[in-house]
Protein backbone atom coordinates (compact mmCIF):
# COMPACT_ATOMS: atom_id res chain seq x y z
CA UNK A 1 0.00 0.00 0.00
CA UNK A 2 1.03 3.65 -0.54
CA UNK A 3 -0.44 6.45 0.86
CA UNK A 4 -0.63 9.76 -0.95
CA UNK A 5 -0.75 13.67 0.79
CA UNK A 6 -0.69 16.32 -1.26
CA UNK A 7 -0.47 20.32 -0.61
CA UNK A 8 0.23 23.79 -1.66
CA UNK A 9 -2.89 24.35 -3.81
CA UNK A 10 -5.05 27.54 -3.80
CA UNK A 11 -5.70 30.61 -5.02
CA UNK A 12 -2.85 32.63 -7.25
CA UNK A 13 -3.23 35.62 -10.23
CA UNK A 14 -2.56 34.72 -13.55
CA UNK A 15 1.27 34.46 -14.06
CA UNK A 16 1.91 33.49 -10.72
CA UNK A 17 3.54 30.33 -9.80
CA UNK A 18 2.42 27.53 -7.05
CA UNK A 19 4.40 24.54 -5.80
CA UNK A 20 2.86 21.16 -5.36
CA UNK A 21 3.93 18.64 -2.96
CA UNK A 22 2.86 15.12 -2.63
CA UNK A 23 4.02 12.86 0.42
CA UNK A 24 4.21 9.43 0.30
CA UNK A 25 4.61 6.50 2.47
CA UNK A 26 3.95 3.07 2.90
CA UNK A 27 6.55 0.97 0.89
CA UNK A 28 9.93 1.01 -0.81
CA UNK A 29 9.87 3.51 -3.97
CA UNK A 30 12.82 1.46 -6.20
CA UNK A 31 9.86 0.70 -8.65
CA UNK A 32 7.56 3.38 -8.26
CA UNK A 33 6.02 5.71 -10.66
CA UNK A 34 4.94 8.94 -9.83
CA UNK A 35 2.37 10.80 -11.74
CA UNK A 36 0.30 14.20 -11.12
CA UNK A 37 -2.89 14.63 -12.63
CA UNK A 38 -5.91 17.70 -12.62
CA UNK A 39 -9.47 17.39 -13.28
CA UNK A 40 -11.25 20.62 -13.82
CA UNK A 41 -14.94 21.14 -13.02
CA UNK A 42 -16.91 19.06 -15.89
CA UNK A 43 -13.96 17.99 -17.33
CA UNK A 44 -11.84 14.57 -17.49
CA UNK A 45 -9.18 14.14 -15.20
CA UNK A 46 -5.65 14.76 -17.37
CA UNK A 47 -2.25 13.75 -17.29
CA UNK A 48 -0.10 16.54 -16.38
CA UNK A 49 3.41 15.06 -15.57
CA UNK A 50 5.34 12.03 -14.06
CA UNK A 51 8.37 10.94 -12.79
CA UNK A 52 10.09 7.47 -12.22
CA UNK A 53 11.55 7.01 -8.52
CA UNK A 54 14.53 5.43 -9.21
CA UNK A 55 16.40 7.16 -12.15
CA UNK A 56 14.20 10.85 -12.07
CA UNK A 57 13.00 10.49 -15.64
CA UNK A 58 10.25 12.91 -15.84
CA UNK A 59 7.55 13.10 -18.75
CA UNK A 60 4.94 15.80 -19.04
CA UNK A 61 2.17 16.10 -20.72
CA UNK A 62 2.50 18.68 -24.09
CA UNK A 63 0.49 21.99 -22.79
CA UNK A 64 2.57 21.81 -19.76
CA UNK A 65 5.86 21.00 -20.65
CA UNK A 66 8.25 24.11 -20.26
CA UNK A 67 5.49 25.82 -17.43
CA UNK A 68 5.80 23.08 -15.17
CA UNK A 69 8.39 20.73 -13.80
CA UNK A 70 8.39 17.77 -11.38
CA UNK A 71 11.15 16.78 -9.10
CA UNK A 72 11.40 14.13 -6.36
CA UNK A 73 13.09 14.38 -2.93
CA UNK A 74 14.31 10.94 -1.71
CA UNK A 75 14.78 11.86 1.62
CA UNK A 76 11.70 12.95 2.02
CA UNK A 77 9.82 10.60 -0.04
CA UNK A 78 8.02 13.21 -1.52
CA UNK A 79 7.29 14.36 -5.35
CA UNK A 80 6.91 18.09 -6.50
CA UNK A 81 5.19 20.12 -9.36
CA UNK A 82 6.67 23.35 -10.04
CA UNK A 83 3.78 25.18 -12.05
CA UNK A 84 5.21 28.89 -13.17
CA UNK A 85 3.17 31.18 -15.55
CA UNK A 86 -0.35 30.05 -14.67
CA UNK A 87 -2.99 30.55 -16.55
CA UNK A 88 -6.93 31.06 -15.58
CA UNK A 89 -7.35 27.51 -17.62
CA UNK A 90 -5.02 25.90 -15.03
CA UNK A 91 -7.52 25.91 -12.20
CA UNK A 92 -8.21 22.17 -11.21
CA UNK A 93 -8.14 19.90 -8.53
CA UNK A 94 -4.48 18.49 -8.50
CA UNK A 95 -4.14 14.73 -7.88
CA UNK A 96 -1.37 12.87 -6.83
CA UNK A 97 -0.84 9.00 -8.26
CA UNK A 98 1.49 6.23 -7.65
CA UNK A 99 1.96 2.83 -9.40
CA UNK A 100 4.52 -0.19 -9.99
CA UNK A 101 6.41 0.21 -12.57
CA UNK A 102 7.41 3.24 -15.50
CA UNK A 103 5.77 6.46 -16.10
CA UNK A 104 2.03 6.48 -17.85
CA UNK A 105 -0.26 8.58 -18.94
CA UNK A 106 -3.81 6.88 -18.61
CA UNK A 107 -5.40 7.69 -14.93
CA UNK A 108 -6.53 3.71 -14.71
CA UNK A 109 -3.08 2.98 -15.14
CA UNK A 110 -2.74 4.16 -11.37
CA UNK A 111 -3.45 2.15 -8.51
CA UNK A 112 -2.93 4.91 -5.55
CA UNK A 113 -4.00 8.00 -5.39
CA UNK A 114 -4.25 11.39 -2.91
CA UNK A 115 -7.13 13.28 -2.04
CA UNK A 116 -5.75 16.04 -4.40
CA UNK A 117 -5.23 19.89 -3.95
CA UNK A 118 -7.11 22.93 -5.47
CA UNK A 119 -5.62 25.14 -7.72
CA UNK A 120 -7.29 28.48 -8.88
CA UNK A 121 -6.15 30.75 -11.02
CA UNK A 122 -7.83 34.25 -10.99
CA UNK A 123 -7.42 36.40 -14.20
Known amino acids: QVQLVESGGGLVQAGGSLRLSCAASGRAFSNIAMGWFRQAPGKEREFVAG????????LYSGSMKGRFTMSRDNAKNTVYLQMNSLEPEDTALYYCAARRGVVLTTMVAYDYWGQGTPVTVSS
Open 51 to 58: IYWSGGST
